[in-house]
């Protein structure tokens, strides 16, 4: 597959390694940083989403996605665990969760920016049948010059991640693996109004977030296999 995330933001909180892990199936070990694990809400806009070398479909190719996730390894390889991914695209969280066993939910979202700020204002509801509430509401703007994360740096390990895991119903583990270049950075500011994300997992995130935001990245992925 192919696809490009733009205006995107990572909200990450610090929450108590114990709380995240027992979220985790077996077969994946916790990644901390700092004695901490890092629970991330990330907003975002999916585009040209479409199998490599298909055209994109209008309608099902360009949509908004707000992820829910914290960090991984299994056998070394670092990667991403997502405890939800909510989409305002119904064909598409049914697809992603019948083929990459991904927790894709259905929600109602909005993205707008004005010519007069540089701010983007994203609102999301979770609409998904027999799935708890969790919404998000809020605004944030990049701050400052681009920047690429450096290697030992809390940046560079929260967002140079290149590969994700899922788990089936039987507790299989699949590995998804991705590639793009380095991201290119920018600190960020966010007035976050409602965030009930974290809800559903008892985590908290009412204190200040390490915020960054990612300018448009091309992300190639691959279709999961069991690990």
């Not at 892990?21 to 077969?27: A, C, E, T, Y």
């Amino acid at each position: 597959m192919r696809m490009t995330w733009s205006e995107l933001l990572f909200a990450h909180w610090r929450v108590e390694p114990d709380l995240v892990r027992k979220h985790l199936p077996q077969g994946l070990e916790l990644d901390t940083n700092q004695g901490s694990a890092w629970v991330g809400v990330v907003p975002f806009l999916m585009s040209d989403v479409a199998p490599r070398g298909c055209p994109a479909v209008p309608g099902l190719s360009k949509f908004l996605e707000l992820n829910v996730r914290t960090y991984v390894t299994k056998d070394g390889k670092p990667g991403v665990w997502f405890f939800s991914l909510d989409a305002a695209n119904a064909i598409a969280v049914r697809a992603a969760r019948a083929t990459f066993n991904l927790p894709y939910m259905d929600a109602e979202m909005s993205l707008a920016q004005s010519t007069a700020s540089p701010s983007i204002q994203y609102e999301s509801r979770r609409t998904h049948r027999n799935e708890p509430t969790a919404n998000f509401s809020g605004s944030y703007k990049a701050m400052g010059e681009p920047f690429h994360a450096q290697p030992e740096t809390l940046e560079h390990w929260l967002t140079a991640r290149y590969c994700l895991y899922s788990a089936n119903r039987k507790g299989d583990i699949f590995r998804g693996e991705i590639d793009h270049p380095p991201g290119t950075l920018r600190n960020a500011e966010s007035e976050i109004k409602h965030n009930t994300m974290g809800d559903p997992f008892g985590f908290d995130f009412t204190a200040t977030p390490h915020l960054l935001y990612a300018e448009a990245i091309r992300v190639q992925a691959w279709w999961a296999t069991r690990c």
